[in-house]
């Protein structure tokens, strides 16, 4: 806790690596409550990323040392998550109430731990979540569809429709206060490499090598809100097709979230396909109802494309302009997990387009 509470001193300082390198074995018998052992999960992702990530790009470290690998991993696999900082650590678990009577909002919300990047880090990790705050009346909604398509309830479902629609639209509204509080140099040039990970990455091409774990280096990938477990749940309620590569990617990045957030999605995923009982229903206003929601997923979607553009492709452009020799590494290629950044984007914003419903074709049939 020393560490991870100092990690943006330590780090700039160039000392994190050295302490971390005269750690005992940390020991995982005092962890009793799911609560703990998230706080350790969490705690033990940043320092590990901070760790391998100290020196920059230029020399990032090829092993975790024992006194932080093995216990990360084996509170990893008492979590059912992996041996890296995820989305569901830095984004959902690492925040606290200034006032724990105030509201929930900017102003009143702190980090539990951060990285270098000041207000930059803050306004980055504090937005993400409060947009992921925003999406929880959506999964209500879902629940809402998913109940009422047990017995055919339209008005039901189109409740539930128009509270994941109203969902959506509050998570683009709130998305939009990440340009007051996060600079686009300050995030591309200090904060993102200590989201990256360890796999399809050029920088650790051949992964992490956990000392005391595994003989061979392991491959994991960084966070990303590929693994938003919210959005994957609007997905499958609205059973969008992503193509191949982009459906794999999808896919992959479930292994990085709470298996109950899995078993959600899945549970979703097994429905009966809402969007052909839309299609076969003569309800004129449930297919509203439902393009309306999908809608609001693609417009969501566009927004972010057009939010990493301004703050990853951008300053890499700049960057290389500049002659930086390493700014297309791991950066306008691929995404933190290990994605290709802007045609994954595109692709599955496409993708939830191809879901609208027309509504000739419907009546039609």
Same mark, same amino acid.
């Given at each position: 806790?020393?560490?991870?509470?100092?990690?943006t001193?330590?780090?700039e300082?160039?000392?994190?690596?050295?302490l971390?390198?005269?750690?005992?074995?940390l020991?995982?018998?005092?962890?009793?409550?799911?609560?703990?052992?998230? =706080?350790?999960?969490?705690?033990?992702?940043?320092?590990? &990323?901070?760790?391998?990530?100290?020196?920059?790009?230029?020399?990032?470290?090829?092993?975790?040392?024992?006194?932080?690998?093995?216990?990360?991993?084996?509170?990893?696999?008492?979590?059912?998550?992996?041996?890296?900082?995820?989305?569901?650590?830095?984004?959902?678990a690492?925040?606290?109430?200034?006032?724990?009577?105030?509201?929930?909002?900017?102003?009143?919300?702190?980090?539990?731990? &951060?990285?270098?990047?000041?207000?930059?880090?803050?306004?980055?990790?504090?937005?993400?979540l409060?947009?992921?705050?925003?999406?929880?009346?959506?999964?209500?909604?879902?629940?809402?569809?998913?109940?009422?398509?047990?017995?055919?309830?339209?008005i039901?479902?189109?409740?539930?429709?128009?509270?994941?629609?109203?969902?959506?639209?509050?998570?683009?509204?709130?998305?939009q206060?990440?340009?007051?509080?996060?600079?686009?140099?300050?995030?591309?040039?200090?904060?993102?490499?200590?989201?990256?990970?360890?796999?399809?990455?050029?920088?650790?091409?051949?992964?992490?090598?956990?000392?005391?774990?595994?003989?061979?280096?392991?491959?994991?990938?960084?966070?990303?809100?590929?693994?938003?477990?919210?959005?994957?749940?609007?997905?499958?309620?609205?059973?969008?097709?992503?193509d191949?590569?982009?459906?794999?990617?999808?896919?992959?990045m479930?292994?990085?979230?709470?298996?109950?957030?899995?078993?959600?999605?899945?549970?979703?995923?097994?429905?009966?396909?809402?969007?052909?009982?839309v299609?076969?229903?003569? &309800?004129?206003? =449930?297919?509203?109802?439902?393009?309306?929601?999908?809608?609001a997923?693609?417009?969501?979607?566009?927004?972010?494309?057009?939010?990493?553009?301004?703050?990853?492709?951008?300053?890499?452009?700049?960057?290389?302009?500049?002659?930086?020799?390493? &700014?297309?590494?791991?950066?306008?290629k691929?995404?933190?997990?290990?994605?290709?950044?802007?045609?994954?984007?595109?692709?599955?914003r496409?993708?939830?387009?191809?879901?609208?419903?027309?509504?000739?074709?419907?009546?039609?049939?």
């Amino acid at each position: 806790m020393y560490l991870a509470n100092n990690l943006t001193h330590l780090i700039e300082s160039h000392k994190l690596r050295e302490l971390v390198d005269e750690m005992s074995v940390l020991s995982l018998h005092l962890l009793t409550t799911h609560k703990e052992l998230r =706080l350790a999960h969490l705690a033990l992702g940043f320092i590990s &990323s901070g760790y391998v990530w100290q020196e920059g790009k230029h020399a990032p470290a090829q092993t975790l040392p024992k006194a932080l690998a093995l216990p990360f991993w084996l509170v990893s696999r008492r979590l059912g998550l992996p041996a890296i900082l995820t989305y569901a650590d830095v984004i959902l678990a690492n925040w606290k109430l200034k006032d724990p009577t105030g509201d929930i909002d900017i102003s009143n919300v702190d980090l539990i731990f &951060s990285f270098p990047g000041g207000d930059t880090a803050r306004g980055f990790f504090i937005v993400s979540l409060l947009v992921e705050m925003a999406a929880s009346s959506g999964l209500k909604g879902a629940l809402m569809v998913m109940h009422a398509m047990k017995t055919s309830d339209l008005i039901g479902i189109q409740r539930g429709l128009i509270t994941v629609t109203q969902s959506l639209k509050k998570m683009k509204e709130v998305f939009q206060l990440m340009h007051n509080h996060v600079d686009p140099i300050e995030f591309f040039g200090t904060l993102r490499i200590f989201l990256f990970g360890w796999r399809d990455n050029p920088l650790l091409p051949n992964g992490l090598l956990y000392e005391g774990v595994s003989d061979e280096p392991v491959a994991l990938s960084g966070s990303s809100a590929g693994q938003s477990s919210a959005v994957q749940c609007f997905d499958a309620l609205l059973c969008i097709q992503h193509d191949d590569e982009s459906g794999a990617f999808i896919a992959h990045m479930r292994d990085y979230m709470p298996p109950a957030h899995c078993q959600l999605i899945e549970r979703l995923s097994a429905l009966p396909s809402l969007r052909d009982f839309v299609f076969c229903c003569s &309800s004129s206003d =449930l297919c509203q109802a439902y393009n309306a929601c999908v809608s609001a997923l693609v417009e969501l979607r566009s927004y972010h494309l057009n939010t990493v553009t301004k703050y990853v492709i951008v300053p890499s452009n700049r960057a290389h302009a500049m002659g930086c020799p390493l &700014s297309g590494v791991a950066t306008v290629k691929t995404g933190t997990a290990g994605s290709s950044l802007i045609i994954f984007l595109k692709s599955v914003r496409n993708a939830t387009k191809k879901a609208l419903i027309l509504e000739t074709l419907s009546a039609s049939n």
